[in-house]
């Protein structure tokens, strides 16, 4: 029997993205941020990312002066991680959106299919049991409610209600395939309002991804707005350095305003 030998090319190991890496490592600072403190989305997260990382280059060019002006150079190191961090919370956001999304949308699809193939049962019941008061009346009780559980539970209850008392309907050429559709019905939309309750189909909750984006915006831009207050403060001659600790993104806004401001005056000299 002859043997294969392996060679090391031939086994890859498997590359975990740094976002996943970076994201790991802040976790447990991100979490920590207070709900109470978590500030408002005032840059969009993925501008917010890319200025991190403009500058952590300018901080790590500049670190001996900024720590000499007293910032913790811990900070500098963190910048680039919780830029990661962000990156990463941001993605599983729109992940746990997108699933909640197709999630309502199988709901909205198989509740309307629901809805219709109800009406029908109860339709082709009060013909067939037009002289049995009793499951007239259990067919009535059966079909009452209005939430999405009732919608589910009325499929169940005719399915039941139908196999139960099957002569009747034997006698009007009833479709008894309707009975297991309902069945199957009910359990299919079981299913899917239970996620939805879960609030996602991987185990992530949009409510609770987006709290975590949230705090990883929070954290990312404390360490920024800190790091910048002492790149302004150390660089307060040096207008080249200076602005490489400002919000390229809130520059172009301020900029974008005072173009605007101007024009809305003439036009209402012109007026």
């Known amino acids: 029997m002859s043997t294969k030998t392996v060679k090391q090319n031939d086994v890859k190991e498997a590359v975990v993205p740094s976002n996943i890496v970076e994201y790991n490592e802040r976790l447990e600072d991100i979490n920590a941020v207070p709900d109470s403190e ?9 501008r917010l990312v890319g200025e991190a990382e403009t500058l952590f280059n300018f901080a790590e060019t500049d670190k001996e002066i900024l720590v000499r002006s007293g910032l913790d150079p811990e900070l500098i190191a963190r910048l680039k991680s919780a830029s990661g961090a962000l ?13 909640e999304g197709e999630i309502n949308a199988q709901w909205k699809t198989g509740s309307q299919k629901g809805s219709k193939l109800r009406d ?19 067919v009535r009780m059966a ?28 006698n009007v050429g009833f479709d008894f395939s309707l009975l297991d559709e309902a069945s199957k019905m009910s359990a299919l939309l079981g299913d899917i ?11 992530v909750d949009g409510n ?32 080249e350095r200076f602005r490489g600790y400002t919000s390229a993104y809130n520059r172009r806004r301020r900029q974008s305003r005072t173009e605007v401001i101007p024009e809305a005056a003439e036009q209402r000299e012109a007026a």
């Open 38 to 46: 978590i500030m408002d989305i005032t840059i969009p997260p993925s």
């Open 87 to 99: 990156r990463y919370s941001c993605g599983q956001l729109a992940k746990a959106l997108k699933s």
């Open 120 to 138: 029908e049962l109860v339709h082709h019941f009060l013909f067939a049991y037009r002289d049995n008061a009793e499951v007239l009346s259990m």
């Open 143 to 170: 079909t009452k409610g209005y939430t999405n559980d009732d919608k589910i539970q009325h499929l169940v209850n005719l399915s039941a209600i139908g196999n139960e008392y099957r002569k009747e309907l034997e």
């Open 193 to 203: 309002l239970g996620k939805i309750k879960a609030t996602g189909t991987d185990g």
């Open 208 to 239: 609770a991804a987006r709290l975590i984006r949230d705090k990883a915006y929070t954290y990312l831009k404390n360490i920024m707005d800190e790091i910048r207050r002492h790149g302004k403060y150390v660089f307060y001659r040096n207008q």
